[in-house]
């Protein structure tokens, strides 16, 4: 079993759908959860990060941590095709420099 | 600014060659990082740097070669490298090793041939 399971799609919705990204984990250590959007040949770009458990919103993000489920959620409003990209989850324990990836989840938002 | 700028975007290179990468980053950051990435995978830790000196190496071979001139400097050394070594090659850096966020660069996409 991997630490951090993530569905890499692709998740094709059409434009102004409510997204929803999900990833589980195993390791009830971990402290910092973070999502990165990578669009195709660039790099990964932090959109999100939580420590501990709870919401977190900007913008049409939010960023939701059940450390109870071991379960972590991005949301994304009135998706626009400009956020069809990959998305990441990252996640990492307290003191230690290591983030432990998802697969990443394939979003195509079709016009 | 939470800028990581990375040089070349693109690097296409023979077997015998022997090129660099470099990163740069003026958010005063003291740790820096190399990932390799490939399609359709997330990001691979290659080396960290801590204050300017390296801290973890993930068994990566000998013919990829880190250097940390300076604190806002990282380069990576490339020889003799092979055709499954081309990849995206990602660095990135935080305001110490173990900070929470990291921020990424653009990458450079390495072509062996």
């Known amino acids: 079993q991997k630490e951090v399971e993530q569905d890499p799609g692709p998740l094709s919705v059409p434009e102004g759908a409510i997204v929803s990204l999900n990833c589980t984990y195993s390791?009830?250590?971990?402290?910092?959860f973070m999502w990165y959007r990578q669009y195709s040949r660039k790099g990964p770009e932090l959109l999100m990060y939580?420590?501990s458990s709870g919401n977190k919103e900007d913008g049409r993000f939010t960023a939701q941590v059940d450390k109870s489920s071991k379960y972590i959620s991005l949301f994304i409003r009135d998706s626009q095709p400009s956020d069809s990209a990959t998305y990441l989850c990252?996640?990492?324990?307290?003191?230690?420099?290591?983030?432990?990836w998802g697969a990443g989840t394939k979003l195509i938002i079709k016009p | 600014d939470t800028e990581v700028t990375q040089t070349p975007k693109h690097l296409v290179m023979g077997m015998t060659n022997k090129k660099s990468l470099k990163c740069e980053q003026h958010?005063?950051?003291?740790?820096m990082y190399w990932y390799k990435q490939k399609a359709k995978k997330p990001p691979e830790l290659m080396f960290v740097?801590?204050?300017?000196?390296?801290?973890i190496n993930e068994s990566v071979p000998s013919r990829f070669s880190p250097e940390c001139p300076n604190s806002s400097l990282l380069n990576l050394h490339l020889h003799a490298l092979q055709p499954e070594d081309s990849a995206l090659y990602l660095c990135?850096?935080?305001?110490?090793?173990?900070?929470?966020?990291?921020?990424f660069g653009a990458g450079t996409r390495l072509s062996v041939l």
């Open positions: 990135a850096s935080s305001q110490v090793e173990t900070a929470d966020i990291q921020y």
């Open positions: 958010m005063g950051h003291r740790a």
């Open positions: 740097y801590s204050y300017e000196k390296l801290s």
């Open positions: 390791n009830s250590a971990f402290q910092y």
């Open positions: 939580t420590y």
């Open positions: 990252a996640l990492r324990w307290d003191s230690n420099y290591q983030l432990i």
